[in-house]
């Protein structure tokens, strides 16, 4: 558990950490619902690359997205250890396919660093900004800037 959990101000929020590939995300903890393990997705025709499929969840379809291609990075492979972070995002509820949940952390915004000079559109809509933690360099993403228009999410 990260040194910030211990140092709760008013003000603070809580970030939820994950891993894809070497590199670590977060996520407003708020707009997390539930994380699961990984259960294949049943793929839908002409859904857009990122979108893994859908899943039943307790009676819902859950759309599954492969939250590496979403933010450009090479798609992922699924395994058993990967994890499904069931988020909310614009008023939908989405599975976001990550490699692994890493840490909950409870920052406040001095923590939060600008995000440097970005040339892609998509960085400009997600990247919320940058925090150095332990040696660690966490990149706070914006769901919502991920899936703009909410016909998109589901």
């Known amino acids: 558990m990260s040194y910030l959990v ?12 994950f891993r894809i590939g070497d ?25 857009p690359s990122y979108m893994k499929g859908v899943l039943n969840l307790r009676g819902a379809v859950l759309p599954i997205i492969d939250l590496s291609a979403r933010l450009g990075m090479r798609p992922t ?9 069931v988020a909310q995002v ?16 409870t920052v406040t915004d001095d923590n939060i660093q600008p ?13 919320r900004g940058i925090l150095a933690i332990d040696k660690r360099m966490i990149c706070l993403v914006e769901l919502e800037g991920l899936f703009p228009d909410e016909s998109e999410a589901a």
């Not at 211990?6 to 950490?17: F, H, M, P, V, Y």
């Not at 492979?77 to 972070?85: K, L, M």
């Not at 995000?115 to 990247?127: G, N, R, Y």
């Open 6 to 17: 211990k140092n709760l101000t008013q003000g603070s929020r809580e970030l939820i950490a």
């Open 23 to 47: 590199q670590e995300f977060c996520v407003n903890i708020m707009s997390v619902r539930e994380i699961r393990g990984w259960t294949p997705a049943t793929p839908m025709p002409h859904s």
């Open 90 to 105: 614009n008023r939908k509820v989405v599975g976001l396919l990550v490699e692994a949940v890493s840490d909950i952390l």
């Open 77 to 85: 492979e699924p395994s058993p250890r990967h994890v499904i972070i």
């Open 115 to 127: 995000t440097p000079e970005i040339s892609s559109d998509l960085e400009k809509q997600f990247a």
